[in-house]
């Protein structure tokens, strides 16, 4: 295996790499793929208090949502969801070979971020109470 | 590329259960949005009675496995992709394993005490 005699690891000057919008998008990916599994206790005692009988838990969900600590780590977590939604969407459908061309690549990658971003925004003003 | 690929055939199971699963939860996101729209979160008594329903409740844990695996398939490479020593990486491939497997019991007696 002659590749293996190059000298390694090899160090990347991360802050000069410009990836294409896709590999953002695909960073992105995996950063929420790793926040939403971090956080899944947190929305499971979530569902647990939503789906208890007992009043005490009722009382125990609204003081934690109420939290504005809470409703910022919902609100990013809404994001995460919606970002990993669309994102593997995406991929799906690349694996059924829609959308592999280059152009067809960036711009469903921006579709990616657009739609994640304002899909957040309509469910997180009602997260926040707003409507 | 004259390459024989041989083994476990893990890569390509993984790749696989990662798409099945996705569109599980995918599916499932999906019904749930619709029933929240149908008022199924307008009230705790109404947010129970529609978990508790028997097509719901199984649909939850196909739900909840679905997570766990996907969960397991994406945090273990994570690991693989950034963590050089083996050892490091093996404890924290069955932290994350035993985490999870916690974490779909947790879960499953939730909707299925219901």
């Known amino acids: ?131 | 590329m004259n390459r024989l690929v041989v083994g476990a055939h893990y890569g390509l199971m993984d790749w696989l259960a990662q798409r099945v699963t996705a569109i599980v939860m995918a599916v499932y996101t999906l019904i749930i949005f619709a029933a929240a729209l149908g008022g199924a979160t307008a009230s705790r008594e109404a947010w129970h009675s529609f978990m508790a329903n028997g097509f719901i409740r199984y649909i939850s844990f196909l739900f909840i496995v679905s997570l766990c695996y996907h969960a397991w398939v994406g945090v273990r490479d994570i690991w693989m992709d950034y963590l050089n020593s083996a050892a490091v990486r093996v404890i924290l491939h069955v932290l994350t394993l035993l985490a999870l497997i916690g974490y779909a019991g947790w879960a499953v007696q939730i909707i299925w005490r219901l």
């Not at chain 1, 790793?34 to 208090?49: K, S």
């Not at chain 1, 009382?59 to 977590?77: E, P, R, W, Y």
């Not at chain 1, 711009?107 to 009602?126: E, P, R």
């Open chain 1, 1 to 131: 295996m002659p590749e293996m005699t190059k000298p390694r690891p090899k160090h990347l000057a991360l802050h000069q790499i410009r990836l294409p919008l896709a590999g953002y998008a695909s960073i992105l990916h995996r950063v929420s793929g790793a926040g939403l599994f971090l956080m899944l206790p947190l929305l499971i005692w979530l569902l647990q208090l939503s789906l208890s009988p007992n009043p005490e838990s009722a009382a125990m969900f609204s003081a934690v949502t109420d939290n504005l600590l809470v409703k910022l780590i919902l609100l990013g977590l809404l994001w995460a969801f919606l970002h990993h939604f669309c994102m593997g969407i995406r991929i799906l459908l690349i694996d059924i070979h829609v959308g592999v061309e280059k152009q067809q690549a960036h711009n469903s990658a921006m579709a990616v971020m657009v739609i994640s971003l304002a899909l957040t925004l309509v469910f997180g003003l009602k997260l926040l109470g707003a409507y």
